[in-house]
């Protein structure tokens, strides 16, 4: 089934920094009914890169779902300003995730990048936290 558009919630953690790292997302209908739910083990990794990790794979489920639109909400206000090109990417290992996001990202007729709260997005940080429990981190 392929969908209008969809909504996306995405979080990346890890536990140090850097240090064992998983990624949570939560994709929804337009309706808010959950389509699909990602909670994975990425192994070692810096909050940052997480972050961006949780993203390319909202980003290829969205995809695989045939989505033309897509909203993500996300809880790193540093990778969402790299996205919608208010900060530079310094670092070159962000670098290389900001491309293969922003490769992804042309998939799409329409894709928007929202900051919100760490508290509004407790259900893809459940998942993160779920997959790092799961691996025994």
Known sequence: MAYEKLIIYTDGG???NPGPAGIGCVVLDEQGNAVEEISEYIGEA???QAEYRALIAGLTK???LGAKEIEFFLDSELVVKQLNREYKVK???LAVLFVKAYNLTLSFKKV????IRREKNELADRLVNL???KAGK
């Open 46 to 48: 810096t909050n940052n």
């Open 62 to 64: 969205a995809k695989d």
């Open 112 to 115: 928007i990048f929202k900051h």
């Open 131 to 133: 997959a790092l429990d």
């Open 14 to 16: 890890v536990r140090g």
């Open 91 to 93: 670092d070159k290992d």
